[in-house]
């Protein structure tokens, strides 16, 4: 396949954000161009890169609005939210706990561009806010209009964030396509993400049931005190992709949850470590013959001669609230749908058999970061409780059929795959054309 660069990671990253041009996220020229001035492996060049167009398309935005032209100026918004998203994706600051100063505003920014987005949409959409713990979590309800609906009351997916995504992009994934199928869709920023995280100081967490079930009592009451929405709380679906992926499958443990999409999801973060750093160095320091001083001394010098891996740690170190390599490290092994595990190291036991819905699981044959046997197939594996009807499995080679991690460039068919499940499961009936 063409590249945009020699780096895998910046050429993942490139198409990640054409592959939203389908849904407004991005237009071809404008991500050509921004990509003929970036630099390989230098965050200044792809921040520079990014505002500029960003500023671009936020003033093509204000002409639209000047002049009248709805439909221009959302389209418009939208690419600006995407493009300044963007432009701070590559800061690593002055490594974990130590952001670039930036990073606060740019993702106040893409929020407010958003926002101002969706008061120009042609369907429905409520802001959220979110009682969790002692802090509001903001999100966002997308619902069809009434000549979208299908029989019945309106079905709900919530799709959640991943480890690097914040819930203004994931607009340009199930969002943007699900109210055209009668579906509504709910997208928030939960603890470590967007602007949970860069505004108010929320880590990360593993245990995302606890925090889909804030949303979860949200919806419900949201439901109680506007009855015209018709939201079928007896139609509710989770979804997520990569990391989101492992946060939907946990947040199916909650028995109202009736069907899940796990796009190429993570098993266990632990063993996405192993495939990343030398696995007998791993091992000797797991046994304890090797200190976490050693082992901060050896993947600090990882990071100081790989911009990918300074990026890795430096994220997870971020999310986490976390700023030794050691201890990031050792973090990532709560982040598992694994609870025991046999002497011979074989699954004895998983999350997963909390799971009661139905479940698509997919997986990229091509993906930059996880392997789909350790992976998807060990999830499908794990699911016990769900007939054949009831679990699917889709593993992609090709990057134009989903190939890559997170289906990134083929979002509409990931789409098209997703909602057809939804459908068998919650018996949405559409007439065949031609």
Avoid at 141 to 151: E, K
Avoid at 251 to 259: I, Y
Avoid at 393 to 418: F, M, S, V, Y
Wanted: net charge negative; proline share 4%; glycine share 8%.
């Amino acid at each position: 396949m063409f590249k945009f660069f020699p780096n895998d990671f910046f050429n993942f990253e490139t198409i990640r954000i054409l592959g939203m041009t389908r849904y407004g996220g991005a237009d071809v020229a404008e991500v050509l161009e921004a990509v003929g001035k970036i630099k390989q492996d230098d965050p200044q060049s792809w921040h520079d890169a990014w505002a500029e167009q960003a500023e671009r398309a936020t003033g093509f935005a204000q002409e639209a609005l000047d002049s009248g032209h709805r439909t221009a100026a959302r389209r418009a918004l939208l690419r600006a939210t995407n493009y300044t998203r963007a432009s701070g994706y590559m800061f690593t600051g002055d490594g974990a706990l130590s952001p670039d100063p930036r990073t606060l505003s740019i993702s106040e920014d893409a929020a407010n561009l958003f926002r101002r987005a969706t008061q120009l949409f042609d369907n429905p959409v409520h802001e959220l806010k979110i009682p969790f713990e002692d802090v509001t979590l903001r999100g966002y309800l997308f619902l069809p209009n009434a000549s979208q609906r299908v029989p019945g009351k309106v079905p709900i997916l919530i799709s959640n964030n991943g480890a690097d995504s914040i819930q203004e992009e994931i607009y340009f994934i199930q969002a943007a396509a699900g109210p055209e199928l009668g579906y509504g869709v709910a997208t928030f920023d939960g603890p470590g993400q967007g602007l949970a995280l860069h505004r108010d100081g929320l880590r990360m967490r593993p245990d995302w049931e606890t925090v889909n079930s804030a949303l979860l009592k949200h919806l419900e009451k949201l439901a109680q005190e506007n009855t015209e929405l018709e939201l079928d709380l007896n139609r509710i679906a989770v979804a997520g992709a990569s990391l989101g992926g492992y946060f939907a499958l946990r947040a199916a443990a909650d028995p109202r949850v009736k069907s899940v999409i796990a796009i190429d999801p993570v098993y266990d973060l632990w063993d996405f470590a192993m495939r990343h750093v030398n696995k007998s160095f791993l091992s000797a320091w797991s046994k304890g013959w090797i200190s976490d001083a050693v082992v901060d001394t050896v993947v600090g010098i990882m990071m100081r001669l790989a911009f990918q891996a300074r990026w890795e740690l430096t994220l997870m170190g971020n999310l986490y609230g976390l700023r030794r390599p050691s201890q990031i490290m050792q973090t990532m092994k709560e982040y598992t749908l694994r609870r025991e595990t046999k002497s011979n190291g074989d699954d004895e036991s998983s999350y997963l058999g909390d799971v009661h819905a139905s479940v698509l699981v997919t997986g990229a044959g091509k993906s930059l970061y996880l392997d789909v046997d350790d992976h998807t197939t060990r999830v499908f594996r794990a699911l016990k409780s769900q007939s054949p009807l009831e679990k699917q499995l889709w593993i992609a080679q090709d990057p134009g059929e989903g190939g890559l991690q997170a289906k990134i460039g083929a979002i509409e068919l990931c789409n098209q795959k997703t909602f057809r499940f939804l459908d068998q499961q919650f018996g949405i009936v559409r007439e065949r054309l031609l």
